[in-house]
């Protein structure tokens, strides 16, 4: 396609403006644009073609929400002009910050013959999940750039847009409380969910409970066990991706606050010798991630969450129960990420509550509003007395709700969304150190 820029059509008024002053006539009007047109011709001819140019891509192809991904685009000139262009390099709008798309996404490039050039385009994800590039738009100029040659190429590349993890800050304090009730520092004692780690020489002052008479006997000192907290236990993470995860607490959607204490949940529990599945499910399986050691669980996590999306369907909570069990045949613990409002739960969870506990150790963690605990406070106005009043009703349905679940033997964590991570980490160690697990 030929394109006349500004240019063109600016000498062509000014040279039209002379004329329709002094001698309005199609001979002067010839006299002008003959000679224009023939320099826009031969301009067209020396730019350099747009189909002949070669475009490859490479760079990054995940990046963490919030941080920049690089993708380098090659351009290849065969022809034997020189190319000078304007280069347009479409992405999705989420790709980047609001209002720096057009400076991100155009580029100015010149390439002589047979050479080839690198160009870089800044991506800076604003939504999880895949982002797909679009075309890339060249235009070629000629050297008096009063025409140009237009085309298009399509130039596929994907970059994943993964899950922020911003609660990975939490991560080395709840490691150093771990290592407290770990091996590491094993107890003399046998406690609650430990289980024999190994035996050393007494020293004066160890408990006499723990001496190992056998292994005293078959030694010339005496030897004594030391224990450890259990491990190799199952923890089976399930996200609600049903309508309720939709819902935007603060200024994120439920369903990221959730993934963020899943993530901080999964780092701490493979630290802890433990194996962590996820499952993702509303009225079928969405993610599923099974059987991974501890070094690549993380990864296989954060890679299956960054394209799940809140499906605005009520979540089958007889399918989600049923689905678990398959998925977690052995006693596991078994971590909801869900809602505590009343409906969902009370007319969808909880008939089907007892399969769940009956086999595994349940744990609900829900994501508060901060918005209804600063209605709460309102006071000073008419108005605001009522809405600390809706909110009031808001948190004692919610707590209702919390101890209907606590009867029938559920841990529940509720807590604001920048709370939540650590306040689940903290309930799985506390579980780990009863040996609920």
Not at 100 to 109: D, K, L, M, N, V
Not at 129 to 156: C, E, F, M, N
Request: charged letters at 25%; proline letters at 6%; a positive charge.
């Amino acid at each position: 396609m030929i394109a006349v820029t500004g240019r063109a059509a600016l000498l062509a008024a000014l040279g039209s403006l002379p004329v329709g002053i002094w001698d309005p006539s199609w001979t002067g009007l010839l006299a002008v644009n003959t000679p224009l047109a023939l320099a826009c011709a031969c301009d067209a001819a020396l730019a350099a073609p747009v189909r002949r140019l070669g475009l490859t891509r490479s760079g990054d192809t995940s990046v963490r929400l919030g941080d920049t991904a690089d993708i380098t685009l090659t351009v290849s000139n065969p022809s034997s002009r020189p190319l000078r262009a304007h280069l347009r390099d479409a992405w999705p709008p989420s790709s980047w910050q609001p209002g720096t798309e057009i400076t991100a996404s155009r580029h100015h490039i010149t390439i002589p013959p047979g050479e080839r050039r690198r160009i870089t385009t800044h991506l800076r994800p604003t939504r999880r999940g895949d982002h797909r590039a679009d075309r890339v738009t060249i235009r070629s100029y000629g050297p008096l750039r009063l025409v140009a040659r237009q085309g298009t190429h399509k130039v596929s590349w994907t970059v994943r847009s993964l899950p922020p993890f911003t609660s990975r800050k939490h991560l080395p304090a709840k490691l150093a409380r771990l290592r407290e009730l770990d091996g590491r520092t094993s107890a003399l004692t046998r406690g609650e969910g430990t289980e024999f780690d190994s035996l050393r020489e007494y020293v004066p002052g160890d408990d006499t409970r723990s001496i190992d008479w056998r292994a005293t006997a078959r030694h010339s000192a005496v030897a004594v066990r030391t224990w450890r907290p259990e491990r190799d236990r199952h923890i089976l993470l399930v996200l609600d991706t049903g309508r309720t995860a939709a819902a935007r607490v603060g200024d994120t959607p439920r369903l990221d606050a959730a993934m963020d204490a899943a993530l901080l949940l999964a780092a701490l529990a493979s630290r802890a010798g433990d194996r962590v599945d996820l499952l993702a499910y509303d009225r079928r399986v969405r993610a599923l991630v099974q059987g991974r050691t501890a070094r690549d669980v993380l990864p296989a996590l954060v890679d299956a969450m960054a394209s799940l999306e809140p499906e605005l369907i009520e979540t089958d909570a007889r399918g989600l129960t049923a689905t678990a069990l398959r998925t977690a045949r052995r006693r596991s613990l078994i971590v909801l990420l869900t809602t505590l409002d009343p409906a969902p739960v009370e007319e969808g969870l909880l008939p089907v509550l007892p399969q769940l506990t009956q086999r595994h150790s349940v744990l609900i963690a829900s994501v508060a509003d901060p918005h209804i605990a600063r209605m709460a406070t309102a006071r000073g106005t008419t108005a605001g007395v009522y809405e600390a009043a809706a909110a009031a009703q808001a948190q004692t349905e919610r707590h209702r709700t919390a101890e209907q679940l606590r009867r029938h033997g559920v841990t529940i964590v509720d807590a604001m969304p920048q709370d939540l991570p650590a306040a689940l980490a903290d309930a799985y160690l506390t579980l780990k150190a009863a040996g609920r697990l």
